[in-house]
Nanobody
């Protein structure tokens, strides 16, 4: 069992920045992937960004060029730097840990609200 804890959500203004962090109870250096998902009211959960073992990253088209995912293996932490926020980024953000391709562990979620 892997515990996953998100932090760093809150309120942001359009054009502003927020940084989310995700810390796990296990050593992530050999994890298949770590990722961030989000779910807005009335919508399905969607992938925001993932980082794979070896450092490859994947981003949703809606956040490319604005969000950056990074990992700090020494701290078992994955961060999501969110810049140039828009109201459409408002959602609950969930961290996903995949030690193996078919093993998924989720955090409890952290609310991000972008509003002027």
């Amino acid at each position: 069992q892997v515990q996953v804890v998100e932090s760093g959500g809150g309120f942001g203004q359009p054009g502003g920045s927020l940084r989310l962090s995700c810390t796990t109870s296990a050593n992530i250096v050999n994890f298949f992937s770590m990722g961030w998902y989000r779910q807005a009211p009335g919508k399905q959960r969607e992938l925001v960004a993932s980082i794979f073992k070896g450092g490859n990253t994947v981003y949703a088209d809606s956040v490319k060029g604005r969000f950056t995912i990074s990992s700090d293996n020494a701290k078992n932490t994955v961060n999501l730097q969110m810049n140039n926020l828009t109201p459409e980024d408002t959602a609950v953000y969930y961290c996903n840990a995949q030690p193996l391709p078919r093993a998924n562990y989720w955090g409890q979620g952290t609310q991000v609200t972008v509003s002027s």
